[in-house]
T-cell receptor
Framework: DGGITQSPKYLFRKEGQNVTLSCEQN?????MYWYRQDPGQGLRLIYY???????QKGDIAEGYSVSREKKESFPLTVTSAQKNPTAFYLC???????????FGPGTRLTVL | AQKVTQAQTEISVVEKEDVTLDCVYE???????LFWYKQPPSGELVFLIR??????QNEISGRYSWNFQKSTSSFNFTITASQVVDSAVYFC?????????????FGKGTKLSVIP
């Protein structure tokens, strides 16, 4: 089955630690995205990547970093510089910018 | 700048009632697309529909229908004979297609509760 997988589903982090969220897709999509969702809010774009080895900042990139070494993978690192990282993180992919984005199941990050 | 407004924060209906979710958008693009997504309690966003601004015909898919009116910049979503499984948060979204942008602007969502 084609789709997007994210791991882990739940993640707990101590303050001051960096954590990496995994996102893998087997849809052969060129574009991948990371969003953050806070309770009662819509989605806000953190980073996106149009092709391998290229990525662009979204609206709220501060405190986050990404890499795109393979077409299938787009991991997100939440660094200690992110002041309020507790949120629900969603990864998505699309064929291109004109087509719909397909989403993974999400990772819920909690900072203790 | 792109903007999507979903004025209804929460709606509750009794099962089998019809319900319409409103979406109003702003864009300077002359050609654009609009999307609707469903987010059930599990959290994963499920794609429902993509509509091209060229096509103003209403779309029907089972109990779901969409009314696109370019003149009022609205793209409303109606669920007929609602069911408990329709309970979710629904998002309207508008991609920016200018200058290579991959930005997708989401509304804040409408939480629909269908009461048995």
């Amino acid at each position: 089955d084609g789709g997007i997988t994210q791991s882990p589903k739940y993640l707990f982090r101590k303050e001051g630690q960096n954590v990496t969220l995994s996102c893998e897709q087997n849809l052969n999509h060129d574009a991948m995205y990371w969003y953050r969702q806070d309770p009662g809010q819509g989605l806000r774009l953190i980073y996106y990547s149009q092709i391998v080895n290229d990525f662009q900042k979204g609206d709220i990139a501060e405190g986050y970093s990404v890499s795109r070494e393979k077409k299938e993978s787009f991991p997100l690192t939440v660094t200690s510089a992110q002041k309020n990282p507790t949120a629900f993180y969603l990864c998505a992919s699309s064929k291109d910018r004109y087509n719909e984005q397909f989403f993974g199941p999400g990772t819920r990050l909690t900072v203790l | 700048a792109q903007k999507v407004t979903q004025a209804q924060t929460e709606i509750s209906v009794v099962e089998k009632e019809d319900v319409t979710l409103d979406c109003v958008y702003e864009t300077r693009d002359t050609t654009y697309y609009l999307f609707w997504y469903k987010q059930p309690p599990s959290g994963e966003l499920v794609f429902l529909i993509r509509r091209n601004s060229f096509d103003e015909q209403n779309e029907i898919s089972g109990r779901y229908s969409w009314n696109f009116q370019k003149s009022t910049s609205s793209f409303n979503f109606t669920i007929t004979a609602s069911q408990v499984v329709d309970s979710a948060v629904y998002f309207c979204a508008l991609p920016s297609i200018g200058a290579g942008s991959y930005q997708l602007t989401f509304g804040k969502g409408t939480k629909l509760s269908v009461i048995p």
